[in-house]
């Protein structure tokens, strides 16, 4: 008998997830993407003649997941790691390198941590001391910034982590959870007395692996959509159909669009948590839970320059911006030193973040007041006296999920009420257990595998 599957999200997670139900025997699968496009928050357009993302532009390493949905795809011989890695961040209106020997903003060597003058003498002190406070662990749902705070002093929670990891994630990482934000952090504090001492083991039990930290891709993240979506091409997949409800009868899930209803075995919703709440309207206590998920907004805008306009060298990868400086900006990625494929000689391009939870105001300026508040702010700090040879806003509004302290218990309780309230329907994506690409595409399998599995029950 065949059964059939709808899977609601054509992001990342959602074409992952269809592409493993679609090619199983005995599967009728149809895509359902609400967009004239796939992709979601993956987006690769032409800006000066060339592919640069518009949000994603790189995947992590260290979670197999993307390479081998690379592999798998015969996408491997188009990877591409960054030009550099270096990277900087402003201090009182000053532009310093970040020193060497630094985890997730976490300074492991504390005479690069002096030497880079992030922080004062006294602050890269107090930093030291973690080697010799007592353990003071308080247990689960700690946040990073607490954790960063107790251990190493607030200067290096302030002017290192928390620009670090809360741009990653556009959040403020005093509310951020600690074991599912900064994994690799919260595992060494745990498991050590020492932070410094934790991280220093961690490095030494799998030193630098050959692959680069980061991949992407010579066209651009978009490259992995297009691919992925030609590798279901003879499927079913339709854009344009936001799905308006899905609903349970008796002997099976209903989805409902503006134009038709489709009756179904199995629903793999990966749409971001804040649609999922009002599609599940009739199964309120998991919408409930859905809708307490914080979420935040970015908008990114592209600037292109002439690079004999720009007075500094641009030698990294980009620079951040701590909350303390003022700034609208809270990021830049010095996108044509990253990726030099994204500009010819003559150009530069950066991209200029504003945004994150706590801080909506680049939401209220309209799109010439955020370039021009932005392009003062950047031209400032990098010494840029022409004008703007092209720009692009793209705005990335409720685009951050926020994993507040005890969010994997809250995913838990909206699993265990979708299983009892909504039998035969699997969330996926970014809202729930890790926002960043590789998480999104095993949250796309593992949703697969939840459903076949199902399926197997009826
Ligand atoms: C600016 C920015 C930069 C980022 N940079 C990186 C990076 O460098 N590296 C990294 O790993 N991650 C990065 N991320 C995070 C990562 O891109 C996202 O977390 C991930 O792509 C989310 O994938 P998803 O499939 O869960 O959700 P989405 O991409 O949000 O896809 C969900 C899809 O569901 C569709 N949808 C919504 N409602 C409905 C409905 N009612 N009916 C049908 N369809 C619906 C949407 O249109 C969308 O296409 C970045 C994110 C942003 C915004």
Redesign the pocket.
């Known amino acids: 008998m065949t059964r059939q599957v709808v899977v609601?999200?054509?992001?990342?997670?959602?074409l992952t997830a269809f592409r493993q139900v679609q090619k199983h025997v005995g599967v009728d699968a149809v895509l359902?993407?609400?967009?004239s496009r796939f992709g979601?928050?993956?987006r690769t357009t032409n800006f000066l003649g060339h592919p640069v993302d518009e949000?994603?532009?790189?995947?992590?390493t260290r979670a197999p997941w993307g390479i081998e949905l690379c592999t798998e795809l015969g996408l491997d011989g188009f990877l591409i790691s960054p030009a550099t890695s270096s990277a900087y961040v402003l201090v009182d209106g000053v532009l310093r390198k970040l020193p060497a020997g630094l985890v997730l903003g976490v300074p492991t060597k504390l005479l690069p941590l002096l030497r880079s003058r992030i922080v004062s003498p006294l602050a890269a002190l107090r930093a030291g001391f973690d080697r010799f406070l007592p353990d003071d662990w308080p247990g689960d749902d700690e946040s990073v910034g607490g954790l960063i705070r107790r251990r190493m002093g607030d200067q290096i929670a302030e002017r290192l982590v928390d620009p670090l990891i809360g741009s990653i994630n556009a959040g403020d990482t005093d509310h951020l959870d600690a074991a599912l934000t900064a994994p690799q952090l919260e595992t060494a504090a745990r498991r050590n007395r020492s932070l410094i001492t934790g991280l220093k083991a961690q490095a030494k039990a799998s030193p630098s692996p050959q692959t680069p930290v980061f991949l992407g891709f010579e066209n651009g993240m978009g490259q992995l959509v297009e691919t992925l979506v030609n590798s279901v091409s003879e499927a079913d997949t339709r854009t344009n159909?936001?799905?308006t409800a899905i609903t349970r009868e008796t002997d099976n899930l209903v989805v409902w669009t503006q134009q038709t209803s489709i009756e179904c075995d199995a629903v793999i919703l990966?749409?971001?948590a804040h649609?999922a709440a009002h599609?599940l309207a009739s199964c309120p206590r998991a919408a409930d839970r859905l809708s307490s998920i914080e979420h935040a907004s970015?908008a990114?805008v592209t600037m292109g320059f002439k690079r004999s306009d720009i007075r500094h060298s641009l030698n990294g990868s980009g620079m951040l911006i701590p909350r303390g400086e003022g700034l609208l900006t809270t990021a830049v990625s010095w996108g044509s030193s990253k990726w030099p494929h994204w500009a010819d000689e003559e150009h530069a391009i950066l991209r200029v973040s504003a945004g994150r939870a706590g801080d909506t105001r680049a939401l209220a300026l309209d799109d010439n007041e955020l370039v021009e508040t932005l392009l003062t702010e950047v031209a400032n700090i990098l010494e840029i006296e022409g004008d703007l040879v092209e720009w692009r806003v793209s705005r990335?509004i409720d685009?951050?999920p926020q994993y507040a302290p005890g969010h994997d218990r809250l995913v838990t309780a909206i699993e265990r009420d979708l299983r009892s309230d909504m039998a035969g329907l699997f969330l996926a994506?970014?809202g729930y257990k890790g926002?960043?690409?590789?998480a999104?595409i095993n949250q796309g399998n593992k949703s697969a595998e939840a459903t076949l599995d199902y399926l197997k029950t009826l």
């Open positions: 609601v999200g054509g992001g990342i997670a959602g359902l993407e609400a967009s979601g928050k993956i949000g994603a532009d790189a995947f992590i159909t936001p799905v990966a749409t971001p649609q599609l970015v990114m990335w685009a951050f994506g970014a926002i960043g690409i590789p999104c």
